[in-house]
């Protein structure tokens, strides 16, 4: 089937910045490690998980992830993009019968989800 979305070819093509609008990114000691070695302190960027409150998630502002930044043709992108947390490099295939509610352009909307 021509237009099965599967974890090989999903690609996000519409930069729409949704998925960091919506998720909460929960982040465990390797993520951490990874954006702090960026730079970043631990307080600007984590606060504790609400429902889980040993752990930590990433911080938002105005409802969404703090690392993600818009650009002036009103697209997105990630600011630690190549470190970002396994959350975000799971996307949206989260668990075996679950699919976030990305879609890109090219696979929508004849879309059709594999989780093989
Ligand atoms: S919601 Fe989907 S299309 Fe939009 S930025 Fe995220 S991955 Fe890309
Ligand atoms: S870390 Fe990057 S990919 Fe993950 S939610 Fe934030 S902006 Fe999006």
Redesign the pocket.
Known sequence: MENLLTKENFQ?????????KKLVVRVNKEDIEKIRKLGYKEEDFLERDLLYRSKFVLKKDNDKCIFLKKHKDRR?SCKIYKNRPKTCLQ??FFAKNKVG??M?NKMYPSAFVSFT
Request: one cysteine or more; hydrophobic letters at 0%.
């Open positions: 996000c093509d519409r930069y729409c910045g949704q998925c960091c997105y996307y949206p509610s990305c890109p």
